[in-house]
């Protein structure tokens, strides 16, 4: 395997909205929402204000969500797992996204996933805690335009940290939001960064390109992050001298048709879907 790191946001990156905001306008809460938003983080909002709401959460995501996932990921994880590993920082939550990853077939490809954790309880009510516990103690510290819940950069500094004995020696990462600039100022040269274009993080990164040692790739949507993406692995294999695991450019990505409801997987009874919160990132083995 060559010696980089993909990582990916989730939100507007590997699916194409806001995963929480999808849920929220799905069971007609929007203008609450909106309106208890500016009292508290998003995080804190959602399970303490509408605890009853969320009872019905499992079964709306599992068998109502629709096929938004960026399609892209689908084919693409299928080809590069071999050649780099995958892993993920998000500021969504672990049960949302495990939940849209293993209905896709892709969760078991990510090495890493480090976001909040969610869970639903006995009750069968969604459970959102902090990945940086700001209420019990001090916030991250970071002033780098980072919520008080989640600090990336401090993420990456760790992965970072890692690499060495792990022989990785580069990172590719993929985000679209400010809460992506801190993880950017983290990157190295040798590394590469890859912001949605028009994005905030984007926003910010043309305002002062020159406080970043990342080289920068932009991307739009899917079929240009499929592109960009392919290309700077292609960058790492040539430098490792792994010409014979080179992706190829002219690959074709396979559609990916929408499914119905019915399709779904059953929603399991509530008593199955109790989940351990302790930890703050989840290790799988991928296959």
């Known amino acids: 395997m060559a010696g980089v790191i ?14 929480d905001n999808w849920v929220v306008d799905s069971l007609g809460a ?8 500016p009292t508290m983080p998003w995080n804190s909002l959602m399970p303490s204000k509408q605890p009853m709401l969320w009872g019905v959460i499992y079964i709306n995501l599992v068998n ?5 996932i960026l399609r892209f990921m689908v084919s693409m994880c299928f080809v590069v797992i071999n050649r780099c590993e995958l892993r993920i920082v998000s500021d969504a939550n672990h ?13 078991d490809y990510f090495s890493e996933i480090n976001t909040n954790p969610g869970f639903v309880d006995e009750e069968a009510k969604l459970r959102i805690q902090p990945y940086h516990d700001f209420f019990n103690s001090a916030s991250h510290g970071c002033k780098n335009l980072c919520p008080p819940n ?16 792990e022989g990785k020696k580069r990172i590719i ?3 679209d939001g400010k809460g992506d600039y801190c ?15 028009n994005y905030p993080v984007w926003e910010l990164i043309t305002s002062n390109p020159l406080l970043l040692k990342a080289e920068i790739h932009e991307w739009s949507d899917a079929e240009e992050l499929e592109k960009v ?11 490792e001298k792994k010409t014979p695991d080179l992706l190829s450019m002219d690959w074709k990505l396979e559609p990916v048709s929408r499914l119905s409801h019915e399709a779904f997987p059953q929603a399991p009874t509530p008593s199955h879907l109790v989940q351990s919160a302790d930890t703050l990132s989840t290790r799988i083995t991928p296959r």
Request: charged residues 20%; glycine residues 6%.
């Open 64 to 68: 109502q969500y629709p096929l938004i």
């Open 229 to 239: 993406l392919l290309k700077l692995i292609n960058i790492v294999l040539l430098a």
């Open 173 to 175: 990462y993929l985000g």
């Open 95 to 107: 049960f949302f996204i495990e939940t849209i990853l293993r209905h896709h077939g892709l969760f």
């Open 6 to 19: 993909v990582i990916f946001d989730f939100d507007k990156t590997i699916i194409d909205c806001d995963s």
């Open 30 to 37: 929007t203008a609450l929402f909106d309106e208890l938003l």
């Open 150 to 165: 989640m600090c990336k950069g401090l993420i990456i500094k760790r992965i970072q940290d890692s690499m060495i004995s």
């Open 183 to 197: 993880p950017l100022l983290k990157l190295g040269e040798g590394d590469f960064m890859m912001p949605r274009k």
